[in-house]
């Protein structure tokens, strides 16, 4: 049996079912742990555990770095100057999102990403 997201062997026992497809263990969690940008208890939680000077991954700065830089930014655009996935970027920037230094705009119809506190956007 092979998982039908990465197409790993798996055998029935270590198979997981989403959707009506056999997952491997972490082709699941990565669907069923992803986090949400659009999650106020993140939010609030991010807000008020953390000290005043907030520690980032590199990633994470990485793409703080970039849209400042060049943001407001596309994700096509972040995920080609960064060399990361998709899903990956989403990851980080959901983190970015609850602790309110990155957010999601539209420009010109077109989904972008910039600093929280841009006013330009």
Not at 84 to 109: D, I, P, Q, W, Y
Request: contains cysteine.
């Amino acid at each position: 049996m092979k998982c039908k997201k990465c197409g790993i062997e798996i055998s029935p026992d270590d198979s997981y079912e989403h959707s009506g497809q056999a997952l491997c263990e972490d082709c699941y969690l990565d669907i069923m742990a992803t986090p949400k940008t659009c999650d106020p208890w993140a939010v609030y939680s991010a807000k008020n555990t953390t000290s005043q000077e907030m520690i980032l991954t590199a990633d994470q700065q990485k793409i703080i770095d970039l849209i400042k830089t060049n943001g407001p930014i596309t994700l096509d655009r972040i995920c080609t100057d960064l060399g990361v996935s998709g899903e990956e970027f989403l990851r980080n920037f959901a983190t970015l999102r609850h602790m309110e230094l990155a957010r999601g705009c539209k420009v010109e119809g077109q989904i972008c990403y910039t600093l929280f506190d841009d006013p330009s956007t």
